[in-house]
């Protein structure tokens, strides 16, 4: 039987290539049992039609998760005009059906453009987002289909059409976290007056972690997974750095603040030890550094 690979006290970040089908939390359960480790998160939802990166964190990291939500997107995915469904893409109702074949490149160009930059979106009726403590998709299958949902800002730094071959129209989508693409997918149809739903998603990036360096989740086996853990400060690599001596490393870690003798400018940092250990995240106040969320060794 091959020897089971031990991971670190940390843990680490977990890149994963979401497969078809299946829900964020279906992979977090499966990476449970493939790792044998009860502490596994996730970073950003994909809906069971979405496939592509989804990060997760494991052990101690999950500590870090946070860090890697709100990082930009980039997404292809492929509409369906003519159609709108109550969920805004294919696993829901046919709700409405209306001409789309006299539809011209042109016009669909010129209809891609007001959703370019800074927009105010509004959410899908099923999403997670809540309502007086309850999630909308949860509303939704009460039967309240009138529950307000204010509509939020998000920019779309990039909207590209790859391909129309009527009825299905394949974008490029380089947008803000929080961008909810069966919005803009059933936005665009009401913009051309046809109606249109998601029939794909495929997620290509969050921030700069990308599908080509994705995982498919039947590689992961408990044999291989820890070769495919990158190291915890992955998860917070956009951050500076900050290297501290010996002496500051075991003040911060012990939650003394220590003296800010470096140039940095931004709040967060996160912290390293003579060693190159991480010791986690500090945050600047008034000329000194504080613990914000540290990993001291586990004996």
Known sequence: MPKRIVMNDLGGVLCVDKPLGITSHDVVNRIRR???LRRVGHAGTLDPLATGVLLLCLGRST?????LVGHDKVYETTVRLGQTTSTYDAEGEVVAERPFRHLTLNQIQDALEPFRGDIQQQPPLYSAIKQGGQPLYKLARQGKADVE??????TIHELTLLKWDPPHLSLRVHCSSGTYIRSLGHDLGEALRCGGHLTALRRLAVGDFTVETAVPLTTLSPENIAHYLLPPDTA???LPRVDLLETAAA????GKPIPQTDSISTE???AYGPDNQFLGIITASDGQWLSRKMFPAVP
């Open 34 to 36: 493939t790792a044998s």
């Open 63 to 67: 500590r870090l998760i946070e860090y």
């Open 149 to 154: 949902r204010p509509f939020r800002p998000v």
């Open 236 to 238: 917070v690599r956009h």
């Open 251 to 254: 003040d911060i870690l012990q």
């Open 268 to 270: 967060l940092a996160r």
